[in-house]
């Protein structure tokens, strides 16, 4: 038999069989400025292939193969990379676990390299939600630790509460209306996310072709440039730099470089070969920067890498933030930032959207600078819970999920 959810209201949310059709249950969430779905880990099928096709029927991608122009308008996912993510989540003994998928509208190509800051402000919300978490009677607040198998970090959350237990609808972040759930995210240790390092290729800057970039890895590896090394300003719109396909050929060329300069590997340990980081959904992201214009410290234009974001990434954010306050990088050169001798550093990145706030906690020792810890403000909301008739399910699948009732 599948578990019920812990709240009792919930219990009708099982892989169940209607009018001889598989209905999954999922919850359809946004974290910060993404959105996907998240799913309890005790539905999922035991078997990685049944696994890969359940994820592919709900968000609407090939099940095979590529489908180029595929809109999604048989699944839940929303063709930007920024709304094809899931998380498979679950409840353990120190928190919460999670297991990001990200996926992409035209291949059946799921990644599972890397995590996921914005969305990551769902799981309290989902956990609250569904029952995994219960909240203390009177606190203002649930605090937990997400363990990401993705990259196995962790990440504290703090979920904001009212006096009824409820989650008080007062968090405002640029890029999405309106005020919703607020969560305080906190991430311990970040450097090295993939590589293991603070800068994969042991120097704050380097040349590939004829410009300078910086390769990082905190919370994800990433190439920062200067816009203008590209012949672009850094303030154009999302829209306009996808437009510009010699842009997106050049980006390309200079991301699979770094990568392998920065020996990008596959979850599985092999070594990330040229093709395999061209056509990668994940590694390593890209970063292009113009100075600040609106009252932040750094403008950024961020590549998700195979499209421009409509914000700014939160990992993304991180790293490019803690990329400021190391000595010799690309950003550190452009960025506005006063001096400060603190330990703990607001970095703010003005983006397409407005302004993102990121705190950095940094050291200075005899081997340079030490980032321990960033931290940022999220807002996330339930879409929608319900069940998703699998119409098109194998018959594995099916069995799977049918048999078990």
Same mark, same amino acid.
């Given at each position: ?247 997106? *050929?050049?980006?390309?060329?200079? =991301?699979?470089? +770094? ?8 979850? /599985? @340990? %092999? $070594? ?80 397409? *959207?407005?302004?993102?706030?990121? =705190?950095?906690? +940094? ?8 980032? /321990? @810890? %960033? $931290? ?30």
């Amino acid at each position: 038999m599948w578990p019920c959810f812990p709240d009792p209201a919930l219990a009708h949310l099982v892989p169940s069989l209607r009018r001889g059709v598989v209905e999954f249950p999922v919850f359809h969430v946004r974290g910060g400025t993404s959105t996907g779905l998240v799913l309890w880990a005790r539905h999922m099928p035991d078997d990685p292939d049944l696994r890969d096709e359940l994820l592919r029927h709900l968000m609407g991608v090939p099940l095979d193969g590529a489908l180029p122009g595929n809109r999604q308008c048989h699944g839940l996912g929303r063709i930007a990379p920024t709304g094809n993510k899931v998380f498979i989540a679950d409840r353990e003994a120190d928190g919460l676990v999670g297991t990001l998928a990200q996926l992409a509208a035209d291949t059946s190509a799921i990644d599972w390299s890397v995590n996921c800051g914005n969305l990551s402000a769902a799981l309290p919300l989902f956990a609250l939600d569904s029952g995994l978490l219960v909240p203390p009677a009177g606190a203002d607040r649930i605090s937990v630790t997400i363990r990401n198998t993705n990259t196995e970090s962790r990440l504290r959350a703090a979920l904001r509460l009212d006096r009824d237990g409820g989650v008080p609808a007062d968090t405002v972040i640029p890029g999405v209306d309106g005020g919703f759930s607020g969560v305080d995210l906190f991430l311990d240790a970040p450097v090295g996310a993939k590589t293991g390092r603070l800068l994969p290729t042991g120097v704050p800057r380097e040349r590939i072709g004829d410009m300078w970039v910086t390769c990082m890895d905190v919370a994800v590896p990433m190439v920062i440039a200067e816009a203008a090394a590209f012949g672009k300003t850094g303030y154009e719109t999302p829209a306009e730099l996808d437009a510009d396909g010699a842009l997106r *050929v050049r980006m390309r060329e200079v =991301r699979v470089a +770094a990568g392998l300069r920065m020996g990008l590997r596959h979850p /599985s @340990g %092999a $070594a990330m070969s040229a093709d395999d980081l061209a056509r990668s959904e994940t590694l390593p992201k890209l970063c292009l920067i113009a100075p600040a214009r609106e009252g932040g410290h750094l403008s950024a234009r961020y590549f998700t890498p195979q499209h421009a974001h409509a914000s700014l990434a939160v990992s993304g954010g991180c790293c490019l933030a803690a990329a400021c306050l190391v000595p010799g990088t690309v950003a550190h050169a452009m960025c506005a930032l006063p001096a400060d001798d603190g330990a703990s550093r607001e970095i703010l990145l003005e983006n397409p *959207v407005g302004v993102l706030a990121t =705190r950095i906690d +940094a050291q200075t020792s005899v081997d340079g600078v030490e980032i /321990s @810890g %960033a $931290a940022y403000t999220r807002s996330a909301q339930i879409l929608l819970r319900g069940l998703f008739p699998l119409y098109r399910a194998s018959g594995p699948l099916r069995a799977c999920l049918a048999g078990r009732r």
